[in-house]
């Protein structure tokens, strides 16, 4: 699987962004999804999963109620909708595919490539 991050951008702080993940290959539907971030200076650190139906997600604490991740299997393609943007949400986002349930960096077998998100206070 190979995965193509898009949807990152310059925002103000309160504002939303919609980041897409778009995979390749044919068996999209059999893998879990996930969305890590990573801020300057910090390690990599989960924000968001999704399981290959898209039944079930879970997220960080740091996003829960603000961020929804959501997928659709025709498209091949999986969503994070971030509202209410914080300064401290700036990172480069990562999308991320498994076999197994995200919970993770070591979870997951596939990366994209990183979207910058920048929120401006």
């Known amino acids: 699987v190979q995965l193509q991050a898009s949807g990152g951008g310059l925002v103000q702080a309160g504002g939303s962004l919609r980041l897409s993940c778009a995979a390749s290959?044919?068996?999209?539907?059999?893998?879990?999804m996930g969305w890590f971030r990573q801020a300057p200076g910090k390690e990599r650190e989960f924000v968001a999963r999704?399981?290959?139906?898209?039944?079930?997600?879970y997220y960080a604490d740091s996003v829960e109620g603000r961020f929804t991740i959501s997928r659709d299997n025709a498209k091949k393609t999986v969503y994070l909708q971030m509202n209410s943007l914080k300064p401290e949400d700036t990172a480069v986002y990562y999308c991320?595919?498994?076999?197994?349930?995200?919970?993770?960096?070591?979870?997951?077998?596939?990366w994209g490539q990183g979207t910058l998100v920048t929120v401006s206070s």
């Open positions: 999704i399981s290959p139906s898209g039944s079930t997600t």
């Open positions: 991320a595919a498994g076999l197994f349930v995200i919970t993770s960096v070591r979870d997951s077998n596939y």
């Open positions: 290959g044919r068996t999209f539907s059999n893998y879990h």
